[in-house]
């Protein structure tokens, strides 16, 4: 069954700084990849996707992810961290368009300012 | 910018209560998807619906689950006789086929 590892629980950085949130999947094919944040007390919002094609993707708020197939990797990036990024972050995946998700156990962002 | 839309915020029920959780997909989505999130864990999937019909359902959705779209707007997650172990933020979600929308959630807690 397809399962995706998030190994960092919780993250601090200092605003300005830049951030790495790691994701890995296992899966036997490429599968949809997705990072969602959720802000204290709502819904998850979509912060971008990675169907095929070029690996680096741009999302919303400054965030990029890069798709590495030889590592299963979905890294999420942003080279200055805001105040406003403190959330948790979830990866996700899908195997097929318009199939279910299936979440990572989530990474809490706390930034220091 | 449409949106999911989930009623109630937030519900305390008592065990073996009977509850309806509520939801509005946006209206042009075909696929609908309810997940849960019990607190401090990961988001899992608990049903999928298209067409009128449960697509895919997880482990969890055992027989006192069941979903409904009764209007062709409302989306539905009941829960027959909840347990305390169904305390937990309730997502309904609906979808393109590249991208879900999330509703803000239901939390549900069972005293």
């Known amino acids: 069954a397809q399962s995706v590892t998030q190994p960092d629980i919780h993250i601090t950085v200092s605003e300005g700084a830049s951030l790495e949130l790691r994701c890995n999947y296992s899966?036997?094919?490429?599968?949809?990849l997705f990072w969602y944040v959720q802000s204290p007390g709502q819904g998850l919002q979509l912060l971008l996707k990675y169907f095929s094609g070029d690996t680096l993707v741009q999302g919303i708020k400054g965030f990029e992810a890069e798709f590495k197939r030889s590592q299963s990797s979905f890294n999420l990036r942003k080279p200055s961290v805001h105040w406003s990024d403190a959330a948790e972050y979830f990866c996700?995946?899908?195997?097929?368009?318009?199939?279910?998700?299936?979440f990572g156990t989530g990474t809490r962002l706390q930034v220091t300012l | 910018e449409p949106e999911v839309t989930q009623t109630p915020s937030h519900q305390v029920t008592q065990m073996g209560q009977e509850v309806i959780l509520r939801c509005v997909p946006i209206s042009n989505h075909l696929y609908f998807y309810w997940y849960r999130q019990i607190l401090g864990q990961k988001v899992e999937f608990l049903v999928s619906?298209?067409?009128?019909?449960?697509?895919?359902k997880s482990e969890i959705f055992d027989d006192q689950f069941s979903v409904e779209r009764p209007d062709g707007s409302n989306f539905t997650l009941k829960i027959r006789s909840t347990k305390l172990e169904d305390s937990a933020m309730y997502f309904c979600?609906?979808?393109?086929?590249?991208?879900?929308?999330f509703g803000q959630g239901t939390r549900l807690t069972v005293v």
């Open positions: 899966y036997g094919a490429t599968p949809y």
């Open positions: 979600a609906s979808r393109t086929d590249t991208e879900a929308f």
């Open positions: 619906f298209y067409n009128n019909e449960i697509s895919e």
């Open positions: 996700a995946l899908s195997l097929v368009t318009a199939s279910k998700l299936t």
